[in-house]
């Protein structure tokens, strides 16, 4: 029980050491300043696809948009699964896994990537 329950005293002093030394907390800093040019790239990518954000985030890393009116989740999802490309179904999210407005949920370190964007464009002159 003791081994599974414990890290060990070697990963605890170890861990001590990058906290007390403030390597964490600068670590944490980047991370945020990063996440917040990340997040804001990604907004203005998904309005430039003409999509509304819905809750526009902060300080995290997953943005939320509706998809166009008529515009049928799952078979994005399967589209964009067939080129590579993964995004979660907004039903997903739901208890019944059924939406009243189809919409997905974008990791915001890919939604800037050429890949996505292209995929997305063509997808919306269809």
């Not at 040019?37 to 902060?58: I, K, N, S, W, Y």
């Not at 189809?102 to 464009?121: D, S, W």
Request: aromatic fraction near 12%; include cysteine; hydrophobic fraction near 40%.
């Amino acid at each position: 029980m003791l081994t599974i329950a414990s890290s060990g005293d070697y990963v605890e002093r170890l861990l001590y050491g990058f906290i007390a030394s403030g390597q964490y907390a600068r670590h944490l800093r980047k991370l945020r300043t990063r996440v917040t040019q990340t997040t804001a790239q990604a907004l203005a990518v998904v309005r430039d696809l003409g999509l509304e954000v819905f809750c526009e985030p902060t300080g995290c890393f997953y943005l939320w948009a509706y998809l166009r009116p008529g515009d049928d989740e799952s078979r994005l999802v399967k589209d964009a699964s067939m080129q590579s490309i993964f995004i979660a179904p907004g039903a997903l999210f739901t208890p019944d896994r059924i939406s009243d407005r189809p919409a997905m949920r974008l990791n915001i370190a890919y939604v800037t990537h050429p890949k996505f964007i292209e995929f997305m464009r063509k997808r919306s002159q269809s």
